[in-house]
């Protein structure tokens, strides 16, 4: 039986990225061939519906408008091939029929966002309304707002279905062609079913906890007057379900104008831009109903037998993944998948049964590969295209060309890009990524690199997101090309900028990036800025950026002359500023100014490579100052024990005066947290030090004799200090250090490391236990000399030793 066409317009409603409501449209529109087309979305996107039908064209996309006087306020109308209104612009372009965009205009609803009602964008399809249209919608600024009627939910529950997903699935999403031969079903019966239940709902919901509702559907109504004025009712319109209802209501013209009267306006742009399955899906972020755009696209490009080449399509996947699937796994797959549908209900195999099947059968039972599927397939990775003709700003057409020349493709998934930078392509291909993080394009995040750690080597970690077209459209006021808008806003950047360290690092990025042109305005400011600031912390932050930048000269051929000489006059200075900024400290000041240290140092070792003009005379007063930290008493712990580390590192400490400077910090008549501030500066932080303590034991027997002498009042204290330094070192180092408290002074050597009681030692003339009866005898003699009173503690048992060494360990 066939439904009867219903005078005046086709009404299709439809649930957005569905394949069945996409099957069911063109099945529609093949049946009724209307003179026209209607849809839902911006009117300002009708010059670009032509493109849809272009070759290099393939979804999904997304429609970007964007506010021409504030390119960051956008918005985007994705588009899958499985979309239904995609589905309806291509029936219309391919049959030559008029189609158009009927919804409220972006320029409204962005200037409406930019007011400060309720921003969403509009491809954020309501995740509890997945077949109604997602527009912005406007807060109500002090009336509490109803909660948002779900009518997917309501309709599922009517039907008995806890999940409203999985209701949608068996009633619409599996529903296929029937086979050859089989009776016709009528393709308008599902829509006219859904504007039914629709009907029902707002005539109880009303608008459903969504007021902006009503000026888009009066706006709707508007366009539908126009259209029969032109096609007679010989049109169809493809909208989301739950407008139906008010786009079949009887209004006045009037009446809805008076609905639209006074919106906010601006100036707004439109172009097609590539989407991708990740941001289709609900979880991604934007949310457009939908939690599997790679299954939903499966199930709309394989009507026949879905199942079974989903199958397949998982088991080629595992393979390429050298995991053992075989075609009898395929198999089992399948047959399980039918049965859990038949035990549970369903006309067919859903994804719950496909992923429960591919689980058992093919991963073992095991979620680590099925994670895989998930995201290659069940998500998917697909990144659409759009063709070359389609409108954009000039930036992002230069960009473009760029990454054809480079070959560097965009791309969903995220990938790892090594480069030489002694080749010409993957020196142009860095300067580009910087250009675009300068520019607050991230499509390029600096990676941490496998091979060489040589200045002509870089690793990037590579991920393209349609959130950048926005960025792109962004930066498109700085210039027309990347490297004029990057020049542009690196000099804006440096003029406006407050902190020594922001401008250096600032030079540092115009030198990766080969801006040549703005490098004298960055300059320039920051000799200013570094002639006007007098905080040694400044200047600490501001060199080592600097030094770094001075290592590109050879390999990117740039002249770092000027920056040599900045660099070295900040060096001087902080050689004269930095012993009297390191008194008077608090724990945290400390911590932050010895990591300061360790940048100047490193930067120095570079300053005196790259500028060898002052390379002796800026070494030499460099450990001068190290010196000077070592030997004061009013520098803070952690400060003296790096200074001391750094020169023993470089050669210019002796073991024996390091001991000495240990022995003196590690010293009775020094407070316990001085002592442990020490410790962490001389052997926490830094690379090796734990091995250090393993080649030293003269080292390890001062940490371990000071370790047990430390008051069990005091003890507490100093241990989250002490767990800090040691848990840094690897397990080996920790294991090996343990090892050697165990065994005790150095084998072989017959000199005392300072072994630790209560362990046994094979240096002679030591016992191989701790005899504490005999040690503690000597106690009141010893608190009598030293006029300690009665109240003191005893000498530690050996059981508190291992205590302690395990609390620190």
């Known amino acids: 039986m066939t439904t009867a066409r219903p005078a005046g317009p086709l009404l299709l409603g439809v649930r957005h990225h569905g394949p069945g409501s996409a099957r069911a449209v063109r099945a529609a529109l093949d049946a009724a061939r209307p003179q026209a087309v209607l849809i839902e979305g911006p009117p300002e996107g009708d010059a670009l519906l032509p493109l849809a039908a272009d070759e290099q064209m393939r979804p999904p996309v997304a429609l970007l408008a964007h506010a021409v006087d504030d390119p960051g306020r956008a918005a985007f109308w994705p588009l899958a091939s499985f979309s239904p209104e995609w589905v309806a612009i291509r029936w219309a372009l391919a049959h030559g029929v008029p189609v158009r965009f009927i919804d409220l205009p972006a320029a409204h609803s962005l200037a409406m966002a930019e007011e400060g009602e309720r921003e969403r964008r509009p491809e954020q399809d309501d995740e509890r309304r997945p077949e109604q249209d997602a527009e912005p919608r406007p807060e109500q600024d002090d009336e509490p707002r109803p909660v948002p009627v779900d009518p ?26 029937g086979p050859p031969g089989a009776a016709a079903t009528d393709p308008l019966a599902a829509f006219a079913a859904l504007g039914e239940a629709m009907t029902a709902l707002r ?92 299954w939903y696209e499966h199930l709309f490009a394989s009507p026949d037998r879905p199942v079974e080449r989903w199958m397949t399509k998982v088991a080629g996947l595992l393979r390429d993944e050298d995991r053992f699937v075989s075609s009898a796994h395929v198999i089992e797959a399948v047959r399980l998948a039918d049965t859990l549908a038949a035990m549970r209900g369903r006309p067919l195999a859903g994804l719950s ?72 392509t993957d020196a142009a291909r860095s300067r580009l990524l910087h250009r675009l993080r300068l520019l607050g394009i991230s499509w390029g995040e600096p990676a941490a690199g496998r091979g060489s750690t040589g200045t002509f080597r870089e690793s990037w970690r590579l991920h393209w997101e349609p959130e950048l077209y926005v960025r792109v459209a962004e930066a498109g006021v700085w210039g027309t090309t990347v490297l004029s808008a990057a020049t542009a806003r690196a000099e804006s950047d440096a003029l406006a900028a407050t902190a020594l360290a922001e401008v250096t690092a600032l030079a540092e990025r115009c030198l990766l990036a080969g801006l040549t042109e703005a490098l004298p305005v960055v300059m320039r400011v920051l000799a200013d800025r570094a002639a006007l600031d007098a905080d040694v912390g400044h200047l600490a932050d501001a060199l080592p950026a600097l030094a770094r930048t001075l290592r590109y ?28 900024a390191c008194t008077g400290l608090d724990a945290d000041g400390a911590a932050a100014l010895r990591r300061q240290v360790d940048g100047v140092h490193t930067a120095i070792g570079l300053l005196a490579g790259a500028v060898p003009a002052v390379a002796d005379g800026l070494r030499e007063r460099w450990r001068s100052v190290l010196h000077r930290l070592t030997d004061r008493d009013t520098v803070a712990g952690v400060i003296r024990g790096r200074a001391a580390r750094l020169l023993l590192d470089d050669g210019h400490l002796a073991q024996d005066e390091a001991a ?26 830094a690379a090796g030090g734990g091995m250090l303590l393993v080649h030293d034991e003269r080292l390890l027997a001062l940490v371990d004799s000071w370790l047990t002498g430390v008051p069990a009042g005091t003890f507490t204290d100093v241990l989250p200090l002490l767990r800090r330094t040691f848990s840094a070192y690897e397990p080996g180092v920790r294991r090996t250090l343990g090892e050697l408290v165990r065994r005790g002074p150095a084998a072989g050597t017959g000199q005392d490391t300072g072994a630790v009681p209560g362990r046994e030692s094979t240096a002679p003339g030591f016992g191989p236990v701790l005899d504490a009866a005999r040690a503690d005898a000597v106690v009141p003699v010893l608190r009598l000399l030293l006029g300690l009173d009665a109240g003191t503690r005893a000498a530690e048992t050996s059981e508190q030793h291992e205590e302690r060494l395990g609390a620190t360990g």
């Open 203 to 294: 005539e109880v919901y009303g608008d459903g906890g969504h007021p902006r509702d009503a000026v888009r559907e009066a706006y709707m109504r508007i366009q539908l007057r126009a259209a029969r004025k032109e096609f007679g009712g010989a049109f169809a319109v493809v909208c989301g379900a739950w407008h139906v209802p008010a786009l079949e209501a009887r209004t006045t013209q009037t009446a809805d104008r008076a609905l639209l009267k006074g919106l906010p306006k601006v100036k707004a742009e439109l172009t097609w831009v590539p989407w991708t399955h990740q941001r289709l899906a609900r979880h991604s972020g934007y949310g457009a109903g939908i939690d599997s755009p790679g």
């Open 152 to 177: 997917i939910r309501v309709l599922a529950e009517t039907a008995g279905y806890d999940d409203p997903e999985r209701w949608w699935e068996d009633v619409v999403e599996h529903r296929v062609p």
């Open 553 to 580: 000269g050879d390999v990117r051929a740039t002249d770092t002359a000027a920056l040599g000489e900045v660099a070295a006059g900040l060096a001087e200075r902080i050689c004269v500023g930095l012993p009297p």
């Open 353 to 424: 049964e496909t992923t429960d099947a591919v689980r058992a059968v093919m991963c073992e039972g095991s979620d680590v590969p099925l994670a895989l599927v998930r995201d290659r397939l069940v998500v998917g990775v697909t990144l659409g295209e759009v063709p070359d003709t389609a409108p954009a700003v000039p930036l992002q057409r230069d960009l473009s060309r760029q990454q054809r020349t480079l070959r560097l493709k965009p791309e969903a998934s995220e990938r790892e890009l090594e480069l030489d930078l002694r080749k010409d």
């Open 660 to 685: 000495r400077l240990m022995g003196l910090a590690l010293s009775p008549g020094t407070p316990p947290a001085d002592a442990a501030a020490w410790i962490e500066g001389f052997v926490g932080g």
